[in-house]
């Protein structure tokens, strides 16, 4: 995963710290849960006729999500 992180950003000084902790939730398993929980509360707002808060339209989130578990060889 890359994030990147604007060099006007306030945030800019949690970069480092902020890069440790994706790599250790990607290391520990953490990441992949937190994927399926989304993945899981989205396919149910579907299925319900929801679109979820932020999710943007529904072909844009499929395709995100559909690169996302590509990057991380989830199924």
Same mark, same amino acid.
């Given at each position: 995963? %890359?994030?990147?992180? #604007?060099?006007?950003?306030? /945030?800019? *000084? @949690?970069? #480092? $710290?902020? *890069? ?7 290391? =520990?398993?953490?990441? =992949?849960?937190? @994927?399926?929980? &989304?993945?899981?509360?989205? =396919?149910?707002?579907?299925?319900? $006729? ?7 339209? /529904?072909?844009?989130? #499929?395709?995100? @999500? &559909?690169? &996302?578990?590509? /990057? %991380?060889? @989830?199924?």
């Amino acid at each position: 995963m %890359f994030v990147a992180f #604007s060099k006007k950003s306030p /945030c800019r *000084s @949690l970069a #480092s $710290g902020f *890069s440790q902790g994706i790599t250790e939730m990607t290391t =520990d398993g953490r990441f =992949d849960t937190m @994927l399926q929980y &989304a993945t899981s509360v989205w =396919d149910t707002a579907q299925k319900a $006729g929801k679109q979820t808060r932020g999710a943007g339209s /529904c072909l844009q989130s #499929s395709r995100a @999500l &559909a690169k &996302a578990k590509a /990057c %991380f060889g @989830l199924r």
